[in-house]
């Protein structure tokens, strides 16, 4: 059973960063694509970000591109969200997710694990 930590939330201003972090045990971390996804209070869970099992391919919601950055470090079991020039809109519960495939994915359908979520507020 593959077990997902999240951290690195927080409040922060606009424009501000947050990186996040995620960190797998259980399991072969390093043979499945990971994913970033949020939720806002009121809305559906929705995709942000994928990076396939060797970190060689990503791939981005178009309201992330160029602001945040997926990479992973299988040696470390962690996966990363970096996160730049945030917004306000921004602001939600941020989860990674196990994939059940290498390649990267951006259905929630396509995710086995999930771990438990961690808060990010940008305030304006």
């Known amino acids: 059973q593959v077990q997902l930590v999240e951290s690195g939330g927080g409040l922060v201003q606009a424009g501000g960063s947050l990186r996040l972090a995620c960190a797998a045990s259980?399991?072969?971390?390093?043979?499945?694509?990971m994913g970033w996804f949020r939720q806002a209070p009121g809305k559906e869970r929705e995709f942000v970000a994928t990076i396939n099992w060797s970190a060689i391919r990503t791939y981005y919601a178009d309201f992330v591109k160029g602001r945040f950055t997926i990479s992973r470090d299988n040696a470390k079991n962690t996966a990363y969200l970096q996160m730049n020039n945030l917004k306000s809109e921004d602001t939600a519960v941020y989860y990674c997710?196990?994939?059940?495939?290498?390649?990267?994915?951006?259905?929630?359908?396509?995710?086995?694990?999930w771990g438990q979520g961690t808060q990010v507020t940008v305030s304006s």
């Open positions: 997710a196990v994939s059940k495939f290498a390649h990267t994915t951006i259905h929630k359908a396509d995710y086995d694990y």
């Open positions: 259980g399991g072969n971390f390093g043979e499945y694509a």
